[in-house]
C-alpha cells in the first residue's frame, strides 16, 4: 500500500501561483508513475498531468498545458504541481494519484489506470 498526502491548495486570486506537493509514503520501494486530476463541484474528475517514474516524460490536459508543471522527486517521495496563471475555472479539489509501473517512462492519463489516490486539496480561484 502507499499513502499519498496532498497539500499545497488554498485560495488565490486570478493570474496567481500555487504549487501542490503530493508525499508519498508506505511500500515506496517500487517505481510508480504519478497523476493529478482535479473535480470540480458537479462535474466529473478530469486528468490534469501525468509524469512517468524517471520524470522524463509528462502529460497535461489541454486546458493546463503551458501553465502547469508537472514535477518529481524520486528521493523525497514527493510529487508537485506548480499552478501558474490560474483561472476561476481551475478551482477544484486536486486530487494526487499513483500507478507503480515496471516501465520507467511511462505516462497514464486515466483515473481508472491509478491505484492508489489521497485524499484531495481544494483550490479556490477568486476572479
Known amino acids: 500500500q502507499v499513502q499519498l498526502i496532498e497539500s499545497g491548495g488554498g485560495l488565490v486570486q486570478a493570474e496567481g501561483s500555487l504549487r501542490l506537493s503530493c508525499q508519498a509514503s508506505?511500500?515506496?520501494?517500487?517505481?510508480?508513475?504519478m497523476g493529478w486530476f482535479r473535480q470540480a463541484p458537479g462535474k466529473a474528475r478530469e486528468f490534469v498531468a501525468g509524469?512517468?517514474?524517471?520524470?522524463?516524460?509528462?502529460r497535461y490536459a489541454e486546458s493546463v498545458s503551458g501553465r502547469f508543471t508537472i514535477s518529481g522527486d524520486n528521493a523525497k517521495m514527493t510529487v508537485y504541481l506548480q499552478m501558474n496563471s490560474l483561472k476561476p475555472e481551475d478551482t477544484a479539489v486536486y486530487y494526487c494519484?499513483?500507478?507503480?509501473?515496471?516501465?520507467?517512462?511511462?505516462?497514464?492519463?486515466?483515473?481508472?489506470?491509478?491505484?492508489?489516490w489521497g485524499q484531495g486539496t481544494q483550490v479556490t480561484v477568486s476572479s
Open positions: 494519484a499513483a500507478r507503480s509501473v515496471t516501465l520507467a517512462a511511462v505516462v497514464f492519463t486515466e483515473d481508472y489506470e491509478f491505484e492508489f
Open positions: 508506505g511500500r515506496t520501494g517500487s517505481r510508480y508513475a
Open positions: 509524469i512517468s517514474w524517471s520524470g522524463s516524460r509528462t
